[in-house]
């Protein structure tokens, strides 16, 4: 089967920098992607790694490691729209391509 | 353009009834996914749909639930004789195709949610 796992809060205060981490097991793995929800919305795409290393997308950055079987998220100069719950989710090799979610972590961001 | 759209947004049925439950994906996208989230919890699969191939079922908690796909389209899901812990926001979410060895492609673009309340 496939199992992630997060922390279930971070919190942090304005202006810093968080990483958020994720750990998976899962077999025939493709790639590790980052969700963002905010309280009563939708999920929204953050970024997707395939292949180890660093991927940078303004404030945000997500890492993976295939090896080690896991990535992070890493936010900086934090907001207080960041706060929100974050989910690392994998997709892999099942014959399918809905994605395998964890339990998420919620990021509180104090002033 | 148009994001994916999701019918009722709340839900509020008897134990016991039916319940049906509309999504609409972005025009084009191939695949289309099911989800339930319970409240402070993470995503879980129900269901997918790649174009005309059969849909993977394999997350459907019951035979209770069902869903169907008509003209590559417009998806339902549906849940029979609902019970109380089937209370939960239910996402559709849809993505252009399903690629081969993932990638962006793969992104999936989530509806607002329907909130079913079974009481």
């Known amino acids: 089967g496939q199992s992630l796992e997060q922390p279930s809060e971070v919190t942090a205060v304005e202006g810093a920098i968080v990483q958020i981490n994720c750990t998976y097991q899962?077999?025939?793995?493709?790639?590790l992607s980052w969700y963002q929800q905010h309280d009563g919305g939708a999920p929204t795409f953050l970024s997707y790694n395939a292949l180890d290393g660093l991927e940078e997308t303004g404030r945000f950055s997500s890492f993976l490691s295939r090896s080690d079987s896991y990535g992070y998220l890493l936010l900086q100069e934090l907001q207080m729209k960041d706060s929100a719950s974050y989910f690392c989710?994998?997709?892999?090799?099942?014959?399918?391509?809905?994605?395998?979610f964890g339990s998420g972590t919620r990021l509180q961001v104090q002033p | 353009g148009a994001g994916v759209s999701q019918s009722p947004s709340n839900k509020v049925t008897e134990k016991g009834k039916d319940v049906e439950l509309r999504c609409d994906p972005i025009?084009?996208?191939?695949?289309l996914y099911w989800y339930r989230q319970s409240l402070g919890q993470g995503l879980e699969f129900l269901i997918y749909f790649q174009g005309n191939s059969a849909p993977d079922k394999s997350g459907l908690p019951s035979d209770r639930f069902s869903a169907e796909r008509t003209g590559g389209s417009v998806s339902t899901l549906t849940i029979q004789r609902t019970q109380q812990e089937d209370s939960a926001v239910y996402l559709c979410?849809?993505?252009?195709?399903?690629?081969?060895?993932?990638?962006?492609?793969?992104?999936?673009?989530f509806g607002p949610g329907t909130r079913l309340t079974v009481l």
């Open positions: 899962t077999s025939g793995f493709y790639g």
């Open positions: 989710a994998v997709s892999s090799g099942t014959g399918r391509r809905a994605l395998t």
């Open positions: 025009s084009g996208h191939t695949a």
């Open positions: 979410a849809s993505s252009p195709q399903p690629g081969t060895s993932g990638g962006p492609q793969d992104t999936q673009y």
